[in-house]
């Protein structure tokens, strides 16, 4: 069965500091790839996805990641964080019978900025 | 273009009491998932739509129930509620859940069970 790993559950940064989230997924076949952010007591908002091609992808508010398949991983960096980036970051695989229908989530990275 | 729509965003319920949960998905979108986020448990994945057919299910009791409208609006349902199943609900909506579909995601509904 497919599985995501966030290993840290909660990292703090300072602001202007770079950023790196890790995942690491176990899958059998060519896996569908997603992160997504949610602040406090809101719902999921898409990051960045990958399907296939260029194994590094850009997403919104500056976030990009990069696939390698060798280390089984899809870490999610930022160069410079803002305050605004506070929130918990979901790493996500698509699992579904018919695609990425059915999402399996690791169990959230926490991140704080401290000025 | 419109996103996701859940009602209510809040609901407070009792033990035994059951309660339905709605989403409207975004204007094309025919899939809807249906997640439960607890802080014990994470996100985990209740079922899935697509034409008013259920194609995907989770590990959860039948207690947890969905059905899906010929406009792609789609409900779930819990019954005899448990103290256990207080949770935020959220429900995403694709295209049709293909390899290259992505989920976008309602504000979520804020279920508590006293």
């Known amino acids: 069965a497919q599985s995501v790993t966030q290993p840290d559950i909660h990292i703090t940064v300072s602001e202007g500091a770079s950023l790196e989230l890790r995942c690491n997924y176990s899958y059998g076949a060519t896996p569908y790839l997603f992160w997504y952010v949610q602040s406090p007591g809101q719902g999921l908002q898409l990051l960045l996805k990958?399907?296939?091609?260029?194994?590094l992808v850009q997403g919104i508010k500056g976030f990009e990641a990069e696939f390698k398949r060798s280390q089984s991983s899809f870490n999610l960096r930022k160069p410079s964080v803002h305050w605004s980036d506070a929130a918990e970051y979901f790493c996500?695989?698509?699992?579904?019978?018919?695609?990425?229908?059915?999402?399996?989530f690791g169990t959230g990275t926490r991140l704080t900025i401290i000025p | 273009k419109a996103g996701v729509t859940q009602t209510p965003r809040y609901l407070i319920k009792t033990r035994g009491q059951q309660v339905t949960l709605s989403c409207s998905p975004i204007?094309?979108?025919?899939?809807v998932s249906w997640y439960q986020q607890t802080p014990g448990q994470g996100l985990q994945f209740l079922f899935e739509y697509f034409s008013e057919t259920q194609r995907n299910k989770g590990n959860f009791p039948g207690r947890f129930s969905g059905r899906q409208f010929s406009n792609s609006r789609s409900e779930m349902n819990v019954s005899t509620l448990e103290l256990g199943d207080s949770a935020l609900y959220l429900c995403?909506?694709?295209?049709?859940?293909?390899?290259?579909?992505?989920?976008?995601f309602g504000p979520g509904t804020r279920l508590t069970v006293l």
């Open positions: 990958y399907f296939s091609g260029d194994t």
């Open positions: 995403a909506t694709g295209l049709a859940g293909g390899n290259t579909d992505t989920q976008y």
């Open positions: 204007s094309g979108h025919r899939s």
């Open positions: 996500a695989v698509g699992a579904g019978n018919f695609g990425n229908e059915k999402l399996t």
